[in-house]
Antibody, heavy 121, light 108 residues
Framework: EVQLVESGGGLGQPGGSLRLSCAASGFTFRSYWMSWVRQAPGKGLECVARIKRDGSEQLYVDSVRGRFTISRDNAKNFLFLQMNSLRTEDTAMYYC??????????????WGQGNLVTVSS | SYVLTQPPSVSVAPGKTARITCGGNNIGGKRVHWYQQKPGQAPVMVMYYDRDRPSGIPERFSGSHSGNTATLSINRVEAGDEADYYCQMWDTTNDHLVFGGGTKLTVL
């Protein structure tokens, strides 16, 4: 079955760290860019990080650059998001999403179920 | 950064046609994608490259793009179509994948 399953997350303290994982199955993981998309409670969607097929390039939204690190293990079909220097505004549901860039216009064609991250003291 | 503008809410009676718009400066030459998110669920892509439907998405869903506005249309709306809908495009200037603010579709 083609799917993405997230794990990790939970409750983190301001200034602390958390790590999210995403297990991919049912497709050739190394052939796709991958991303993390978050959704704050009651708010819209925001793509916070993307990583190239071979992991050689990472892109971040301004609000997380320097604090979050996206990485991948193509041998084990895993995507990661290391979140450091957490802020209360990082509280959100975090989705792992596959990026389809056919015709060079990227879109998200497969989503995980989401993993809730709460930052609070 | 690039801003995509959607109406916060659209209401439609069952069996009628819902139209959800997505606007932005100079999006006329850019492809727009659409996602449906039902309460408590992950988003699902319902339209890509303005007007292409993924497999499994009913033919009642269609997309169009004219000038600086992209539109997702849902014909013969059903109660099960009630959800939040988001448009998305690629901001090539900043290499960001940008979402609109979302539109809550209410079926009356």
């Amino acid at each position: 079955e083609v799917q993405l399953v997230e794990s990790g997350g939970g409750l983190g303290q301001p200034g602390g760290s958390l790590r999210l994982s995403c297990a991919a199955s049912g497709f050739t993981f190394r052939s796709y860019w991958m991303s993390w998309v978050r959704q704050a409670p009651g708010k819209g969607l925001e793509c916070v990080a993307r990583i190239k097929r071979d992991g050689s390039e990472q892109l971040y939204v301004d609000s997380v650059r320097g604090r979050f690190t996206i990485s991948r293990d193509n041998a084990k079909n895993f995507l990661f998001l290391q979140m450091n220097s957490l802020r209360t505004e990082d509280t959100a549901m975090y989705y792992c999403a596959r990026v389809n860039d056919g015709d060079y216009v990227p879109h998200f064609d497969l989503w995980g179920q989401g993993n809730l991250v709460t930052v609070s003291s | 950064s690039y801003v995509l503008t959607q109406p916060p809410s659209v209401s439609v009676a069952p069996g009628k046609t819902a139209r959800i718009t997505c606007g932005g400066n100079n999006i006329g030459g850019k492809r727009v994608h659409w996602y449906q998110q039902k309460p408590g669920q992950a988003p699902v892509m319902v339209m890509y490259y303005d007007r292409d439907r993924p497999s499994g998405i009913p033919e009642r869903f269609s997309g169009s793009h004219s000038g600086n506005t992209a539109t997702l249309s849902i014909n013969r709306v059903e109660a099960g179509d009630e959800a939040d809908y988001y448009c998305q495009m690629w901001d090539t200037t900043n290499d960001h994948l940008v979402f609109g603010g979302g539109t809550k579709l209410t079926v009356l």
